[in-house]
């Protein structure tokens, strides 16, 4: 019976994208190493251990929006959800390589992008949970399925300046907010009404 262990040795953007998507590499061991495995039918949920890494002055600042003052931090820091990442692994023996590929996004009403984009630097804790269906051959040749257990997991010390770069090559110098449709319209009104080219114009012209 296949007996997976899992580890992140890495995270990198996928190239050539349309939107980004962030690739982490998974490495794959099972304990039984003469065993055919046909395929691995992957799920996992991928959180933010919020809790486990320290907070500079200027990013509390940024995360008060999402946990409230740094003197309530102990009892409103807590695991969130990021994604959940399935993968189809392709046959293999002894161990393997496969890529779980993590969509993002900089919509700032986003929790998830709005820690992201409050980081200065240091790294991201993420816990991996899997869960899925392992495809192998019994001693006699025939295939058989067994569920990945739940206990199966891994730690991955995500860069904070892998996310960053990523989202400087797809939006460089650039955020995005979300705003009611009403307040959209009223704004794009403003923008033609005074010839304005582009939005950047069109908030600077209201701003002191």
Not at 184 to 196: F, I, S
Request: glycine fraction near 4%; hydrophobic fraction near 40%; charged fraction near 20%.
């Amino acid at each position: 019976m296949p007996d997976l262990r899992f580890r992140v040795t890495g995270a990198a953007p996928v190239p050539y994208s349309a939107a980004p998507v962030l690739a982490l590499h998974l490495a794959i061991e099972n304990a039984t190493p003469g065993e055919e495995i046909r395929s691995i039918a992957l799920e996992c949920q991928i959180r933010i251990e919020t809790a486990r890494r320290h907070y500079s002055e200027p990013e509390q600042r940024r995360l008060t929006d999402l946990f409230g003052e740094p003197e309530r931090w102990g009892q409103t820091l807590h695991s969130m959800l990021w994604a959940h990442a399935p993968a189809l692994v392709p046959p293999f023996r002894g161990r393997t390589v496969a890529d779980l590929k993590v969509p993002c996004t900089l919509d700032l009403a986003v929790a998830t992008a709005r820690y992201f984009n409050s980081l200065e630097q240091g790294c991201v804790p993420l816990t991996l949970l899997f869960s899925g269906s392992v495809f192998h051959e019994d001693e006699d040749g025939a295939l058989q399925v067994t569920p990945i257990p739940w206990s199966s997991e891994a730690s991955y010390p995500l860069p904070a300046a892998a996310w960053k770069q990523m989202m400087d090559a797809y939006y460089p110098n650039t955020a995005w907010i979300s705003v009611r449709r009403d307040l959209l319209e009223r704004l794009d009104r403003h923008k033609t009404a005074r010839g304005l080219s582009t939005w950047d114009q069109a908030l600077e012209s209201l701003l002191p």
